[in-house]
């Protein structure tokens, strides 16, 4: 079946700093869509990625779909104390009966 | 607006017992999930369903049983809970018809589930 893995699973960023996550697929996805889980909090729609090599912006987040739509990125610029939280990506494929399957995540602690 | 709840948020239970775990909408969002979220496997998939009295497996089915006789609630049940089960789980819905793709789904604030 359709798995999707996300690289690290930890992440100690110093504030200020950048970092990046990754995401790859088994199989070619139809869609990838990231979300954010704060500590003790339920995850949370972040954005959503369709075309080939799309590459979308939210402030200092940005998210990228690799060109064969089997792998994604975000990178975070400038770390802030909020970006503390686990950040999963979730691909669907039609092939997957559109479901969603969610990488493990990539727990990001900040430093100040 | 509520858009998604759980209840309870916190459950201690003992082995054998059978558990229900609720979950309602308010959005009459047509797909319903169900997910379990341990230390190390991030989120995986129970069940879902695309619309009252439709429900499917995903990842790790055995042990539950769901039903839907009414779009706004997806009950999860445990028959003979195990220490196994011991986790958060986590409720989630979301728009679009039938085989539809890249609604994003909005998530219930979990259940913290305890098996002793």
């Known amino acids: 079946g359709q798995q999707v893995m996300q690289i690290p699973q930890y992440q100690h960023v110093q504030e200020g700093e950048d970092f990046t996550t990754y995401c790859n697929s088994s199989?070619?996805?139809?869609?990838i869509q990231w979300y954010k889980q704060r500590p003790g909090g339920h995850p949370v729609f972040l954005i959503q990625l369709v075309k080939s090599g799309e590459v979308k912006k939210q402030k200092r987040l940005t998210f990228q779909f690799g060109e064969a739509k089997k792998n994604s990125s975000l990178h975070i610029t400038a770390t802030q104390t909020t970006d503390v939280g686990t950040y999963f990506c979730a691909g669907q494929s039609k092939a997957a009966g559109n479901k969603l399957t969610f990488g493990g995540g990539t727990r990001v602690l900040v430093k100040p | 607006d509520a858009g998604i709840t759980q209840s309870p948020r916190y459950k201690i239970t003992e082995t054998g017992r059978q558990v229900t775990l609720m979950c309602h909408q308010t959005w009459s969002h047509s797909y319903m999930f169900w997910y379990r979220q341990d230390l190390g496997h991030g989120l995986r998939l129970i069940y879902y369903s695309a619309a009252a009295d439709i429900t499917d497996k995903g990842e790790v089915p055995d042990g539950y049983v769901v039903s839907r006789s009414k779009t706004e609630n997806f009950p999860l049940t445990l028959e003979s809970a195990t220490r196994s089960q011991t986790s958060v789980y986590f409720c989630a819905s979301r728009s679009g018809t039938s085989g539809s793709l890249g609604y994003e789904q909005f998530f219930g604030p979990g259940t913290r589930l305890t098996v002793l």
């Open positions: 199989t070619t996805l139809s869609n």
